[in-house]
């Protein structure tokens, strides 16, 4: 099964829009991490955002915020105020239990950001 | 900023031939990581070292893959026999620490690998 599914493969948005990137998550663990990352056409991966299953806040970095619903076992990821720069793809991960350290990704979504 | 950086940007070499793909990890940063991403997939871990050995590998990394901590600074993937399969975008990553935010994996740009 599926650890981390991204059902979007790709999106459009209008600059100064935001967009929202769907992540759901499969795990049994009660401790667990989740990260979104970013991989523009050069290939590097930048790190975003995390957001702990503990934590009661929903995480923000700048205009990157994550929508945490643990019930749902949703982690999506807000960019709001879209710039061309945000095109790219984007990987939702996650990190299981208090001794695993793999991260598992999703499929990634592509983003296009429309002048 | 500190950033993790890896050697070479490319690589190509014939199927058999071993490689070396080298990465320096962020300097305070005590555990390893290497990830591939085959074109158009998504990112697949293979191994996580910690503490001069290693502490996780997938099912990708068998015999022919090993990775070591030379010295302070560099941590290496070597594949013994390559194979065309193993074409590949490799990535380094390095987190600071073993709980919470600390076990962020930062990743350096990448290491693109064509077998022949």
């Known amino acids: 099964a599926q650890k981390i599914t991204q059902t979007q493969p790709g999106m459009f948005v209008q600059e100064k829009e935001a967009v929202t990137l769907d992540c759901t998550y499969d795990?049994?663990?009660?401790?667990?991490?989740l990260f979104w990352y970013k991989q523009p056409s050069s290939g590097e991966m930048i790190f975003l955002i995390y957001?702990?299953?503990?934590?009661?806040q929903n995480a923000t970095e700048g205009r990157y915020s994550l929508n945490f619903q643990k019930a749902r076992k949703s982690a999506n990821l807000v960019i709001s105020a879209s710039q061309l720069g945000d095109s790219a793809m984007y990987f939702c991960a996650m990190r299981e239990g208090r001794n695993d350290y793999k991260l598992s990704f999703g499929a990634g979504t592509t983003v296009t950001v429309r002048a | 900023e500190p950033e993790v950086t890896q050697t070479p940007s490319h690589q190509v070499t014939q199927m058999g031939q071993e490689v070396i793909l080298r990465c320096v990890p962020i300097s305070n940063h005590l555990y390893f990581y290497w990830y591939r991403q085959i074109l158009g997939q998504k990112v697949e871990f293979l191994v996580s070292f910690y503490n001069n050995e290693i502490s996780e590998k997938s099912e990708i990394f068998d015999d022919q893959f090993s990775v070591e901590r030379p010295d302070g600074s560099n941590f290496t993937l070597k594949i013994r026999s390559t194979k065309l399969e193993d074409s590949a975008m490799y990535f380094c990553a390095s987190s600071e620490g073993a709980a919470g935010g600390a076990r962020t994996q930062y990743f350096g740009p990448g290491t693109r690998l064509l077998v022949l």
């Open positions: 957001q702990g299953s503990y934590d009661e």
């Open positions: 795990t049994s663990d009660q401790s667990y991490g």
